[in-house]
């Protein structure tokens, strides 16, 4: 038998991200509906065609999504949240999606969104499924079957639909409030709308259908686990034997779960090679011979060219006693950009190094064309370049190396304890009580972005961008005085991205023109790509930061990625360990902090809002993460002078998970999203007797709304029933970037009207 290729799904944006700006337009009503299926219809086609031009054998159908892909489950299965029905009348089509993701109005209400959350540890979001109680399903929204049809019409057979298992869609999901049930007894309800789906694809003369339960890398609990055997089996029993069932697992190991996956009627299984330790051997003698396996050797997660030849010699062995022997990407390849020849700017030696989606297909075709042949003569040329990267001087800096090793094992954080801290910086910030600040960036008006790609392209000069850069920064100083606020910031209008930005500006990092992945929606991002040894050969936020401050006699905050974000929302290198990888920024980032005091900045504040989504799909190695993760933070801080305060800022509020690092992390003050959470998150803390300050995000930055004084103030006396005013900072509960300036300046006089108010109130004056 031949070895078969198939990627788990293809990107959905569209080479120069088509489908975000046609959803932007569609929004914006400066498009039809029609011009929008045209769009999608373009990129569904163009994706399929460029895995054919690469020989893939099986192609995905069911990986384009509107908005999100388990919204387009939601949608099949007739899931729409109760309070949007009456806005939809009951008739599902395109707008019911964009509701549901992107929040509406009906009769003057405001519909709030579903909630957003992290795809498992990756940085795209999904649309969390809502269930309530006894809940029913219809097959409604059909567009699966519609794009089965179209693809038929293409004249193309070796179609390969994939629907979300019901298991991990039942999981993903979200009791709504006071619905005291198990997600597990609406399977019931669910599965004979999978039954009607999977017999429409039957009738189809399909040979083989993806089902997706990536929980099955988790370690889930035990009537989870137990749920599979039964779910699978009514399935089975359904739709008799003809169809094919490929259960697909993804972004961790499933050797764990063997035995009860062994038991599963189904035809296949998919594994994940590339981010899961799966012994090969075990595996293989584990899964029946009649079965397909399919190994994912080709990231769909980095963007490192795959050593073909390394897996050429592994799985040629694997070949001569398996008859049925599938190769993919080891995950959907959503998660990388779309395609490397659109790179017109890298260094042709480093480029060489990178394979983006279309070329993953193509690596794909490679090694199996080779196994087919039993001839690796191509792939030791591919392999070529993994070991010239190897070698490559580009990569090496033995300063730094050296520095790592003299670090050793123990990372000592020299700062004093926090009381004596808190007293010196007390001494010297004299801020009020409940001080007032922001998270960082101020509105990215049109100019500012014009400013910059200007600059980038070469436009204007140097002395031109920082002079007009410059006025920017001294308006957002301006508004900040006139708002009275407590710790100005200088609004990061330098920075079009977080993590970018710092990778534009140390080495070891190269940036790509349109290596763009979906985040959520309409959102993408540009991942820079760590490629070496990281370093700062000069100073980075001091210039902005130090001109801001003499704009004004109050305080400005310094603002710095953290190293963990930095990781986490970069492409990071596959040669050394991300513990080493996040080493280096931090000791950058200290060199940066150095500079940073030197010229007399008195607040630094470190984001890490990439922390919680590193933790590790198995509970079992949480600690083991959040050990080094604490540990890089301890050490980008560890030549700090006790009294210049540090603060961090994280972007969510679920901190259940990781409260005790929090603590642990020891920074002088926390921000965190308090809004949406209400007062639950500062039960937490108050539980855990959180020594150090706190930042309360007041309001909701994510929503055009602006938050009244009066709603700004109950918030924060109910705050104040749980934790002393003595330790609380007022901020929005996120950068405001994505605002306008007459939201901004509205919303952050309320807040710190109402924090003024408060003060007065309960007479907590300052000396
Ligand atoms: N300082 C960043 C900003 O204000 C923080 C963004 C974030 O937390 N994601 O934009
Ligand atoms: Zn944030």
């Known amino acids: 038998m031949k070895v078969l290729s198939h990627t788990l799904g293809f990107p959905r944006i569209g080479p120069y991200r088509e489908l975000k700006k046609a959803q932007e337009k569609y929004w914006?009503?400066?498009?039809?509906?029609?011009?929008?299926?045209?769009?999608?219809?373009?990129?569904?086609?163009?994706?399929?065609?460029?895995?054919?031009?690469?020989?893939?054998?099986?192609?995905?159908?069911?990986?384009?999504?509107?908005?999100?892909?388990?919204?387009?489950?939601?949608?099949?299965?007739?899931?729409?949240?109760?309070?949007?029905?009456?806005?939809?009348?009951?008739?599902?089509?395109?707008?019911?999606?964009?509701?549901?993701?992107?929040?509406?109005?009906?009769?003057?209400?405001?519909?709030n969104a579903s909630k957003m959350t992290k795809w498992f540890n990756t940085n795209y979001h999904y649309i969390v499924p809502e269930f309530y109680k006894n809940q029913s399903f219809n097959f409604i929204w059909k567009q699966l079957l519609i794009e089965l049809d179209e693809a038929i019409k293409m004249n193309i057979n070796n179609i390969k639909p994939i629907l979300i298992g019901p298991l991990t869609y039942l999981w993903l999901g979200t009791k709504v409030e006071?619905?005291?049930?198990?997600?597990?007894?609406?399977?019931?309800?669910?599965?004979?709308?999978?039954?009607?789906?999977?017999?429409?694809?039957?009738?189809?003369?399909?040979?083989?259908?993806?089902?997706?339960?990536?929980?099955?890398?988790?370690?889930?609990?035990?009537?989870?686990?137990?749920?599979?055997?039964?779910?699978?089996?009514?399935?089975?029993?359904?739709?008799?034997?003809?169809?094919?069932?490929?259960?697909?697992?993804?972004?961790?190991?499933?050797?764990?779960?063997?035995?009860?996956?062994?038991?599963?009627?189904?035809?296949?299984?998919?594994?994940?090679?590339?981010?899961?330790?799966?012994?090969?051997?075990?595996?293989?003698?584990?899964?029946?011979?009649?079965?397909?396996?399919?190994?994912?050797?080709v990231s769909g997660r980095n963007i490192w060219k795959t050593d073909l030849k390394k897996w050429y010699d592994i799985l040629i062995s694997i070949k001569n006693n398996r008859p049925l022997l599938w190769i993919g990407s080891s995950c959907s390849l959503m998660h990388s950009p779309v395609d490397l020849n659109l790179e017109f700017k890298l260094d042709k030696k480093i480029k060489n190094w990178f394979s983006f989606a279309i070329q993953k297909c193509q690596e794909l075709?490679?090694?199996?064309?080779?196994?087919?042949?039993?001839?690796?003569?191509?792939?030791?040329e591919w392999s070529k370049f993994i070991y010239t990267r190897k070698i490559s001087k580009k990569i090496t800096n033995i300063q730094v190396q050296k520095k790592i090793l003299l670090l050793g094992n123990n990372i000592i954080n020299n700062r004093k304890h926090y009381d004596t801290r808190s007293i010196l910086q007390k001494e010297k910030l004299k801020l009020p009580l409940m001080p007032t600040t922001t998270i960082g960036s101020f509105p990215q008006t049109s100019d500012i972005r014009k400013l910059r790609s200007d600059f980038k392209s070469g436009y204007i000069d140097y002395n031109n961008y920082k002079k007009n850069m410059k006025n920017h920064i001294k308006n957002i100083i301006n508004i900040q005085e006139k708002l009275d606020l407590d710790v100005l910031v200088h609004g990061e209008p330098e920075r079009n991205d977080m993590v970018e930005y710092f990778g534009e500006n140390l080495n070891g990092f190269v940036i790509t023109e349109n290596g763009w992945i979906q985040s959520y929606g309409s959102r993408c991002v540009k991942p820079p790509i760590i490629i070496g040894d990281i370093s700062r050969s000069k100073p980075i936020t001091v210039y902005w930061s130090q001109y801001a401050q003499s704009l004004t006699?109050?305080?400005?905050?310094?603002?710095?990625?953290?190293?963990?974000?930095?990781?986490?929302?970069?492409?990071?290198?596959?040669?050394?360990?991300?513990?080493?990888?996040?080493?280096?920024?931090?000791?950058?980032?200290?060199?940066?902090?150095?500079?940073?005091?030197?010229?007399?900045?008195?607040?630094?504040?470190?984001?890490?809002?990439?922390?919680?989504?590193?933790?590790?799909?198995?509970?079992?190695e949480w600690n083991e993460y959040l050990n080094w993760a604490i540990e890089s933070f301890h050490l980008t801080i560890s030549s700090t002078k006790d009294e210049t305060q540090i603060h961090t800022h994280m972007c969510y509020s679920e901190f259940k998970d990781i409260i005790n690092s929090i603590l642990i992390l020891d920074a002088d003050v926390i921000s965190i999203e308090t809004s949406r959470s209400g007062t639950n998150l500062i039960k937490l803390f108050k539980k855990l007797n959180y020594p150090n300050e706190l930042g309360l995000g007041v309001y909701d930055i994510h929503s055009p709304n602006i938050p009244s004084i009066s709603k700004i103030q109950s918030f924060l006396i109910e705050a104040l029933k749980n934790i002393s005013f003595k330790k609380f900072w007022i901020n929005p509960d996120c950068g405001l970037k994505t605002r306008t300036w007459e939201e901004v300046i509205k919303s952050l006089h309320n807040m710190v009207q109402a924090t003024k108010i408060l003060r007065k109130k309960y007479n907590y004056y300052l000396k």
Do not use: C
Not at 63 to 75: E, G, K, Q, R
Not at 256 to 263: F, G, Q, R, S, T
């Open 28 to 111: 914006n009503n400066q498009i039809t509906k029609e011009k929008l299926f045209n769009i999608g219809y373009n990129i569904r086609k163009f994706n399929l065609n460029k895995q054919i031009d690469n020989h893939i054998d099986l192609l995905p159908i069911g990986d384009f999504a509107w908005y999100d892909h388990i919204l387009n489950t939601s949608l099949m299965l007739g899931n729409v949240p109760i309070r949007f029905q009456k806005k939809i009348d009951n008739s599902i089509n395109i707008d019911t999606m964009f509701y549901i993701g992107r929040g509406s109005i009906h009769n003057k209400k405001a519909l």
């Open 178 to 297: 006071n619905n005291n049930f198990s997600r597990l007894e609406l399977l019931k309800n669910i599965l004979p709308i999978y039954i009607e789906i999977l017999l429409e694809i039957k009738k189809r003369n399909i040979q083989w259908i993806q089902i997706d339960e990536p929980i099955l890398a988790l370690e889930l609990p035990e009537k989870w686990l137990k749920s599979f055997k039964n779910t699978y089996d009514i399935l089975r029993n359904n739709i008799s034997n003809d169809i094919n069932i490929l259960l697909t697992t993804y972004f961790g190991g499933i050797s764990h779960n063997i035995e009860l996956i062994k038991l599963l009627p189904i035809n296949g299984i998919h594994i994940d090679l590339v981010n899961g330790k799966d012994n090969i051997e075990y595996i293989n003698n584990n899964i029946s011979k009649k079965w397909i396996i399919s190994f994912g050797i």
């Open 365 to 380: 075709y490679l090694i199996v064309k080779a196994i087919n042949n039993n001839d690796p003569s191509q792939l030791i």
């Open 553 to 620: 006699k109050k305080i400005v905050k310094g603002m710095l990625t953290g190293p963990i974000t930095m990781l986490l929302w970069s492409f990071p290198r596959d040669d050394i360990s991300p513990i080493e990888i996040t080493k280096q920024i931090a000791l950058a980032l200290k060199e940066e902090i150095y500079d940073l005091e030197k010229s007399n900045i008195k607040i630094i504040q470190i984001d890490e809002p990439a922390l919680r989504e590193g933790l590790p799909l198995k509970k079992s």
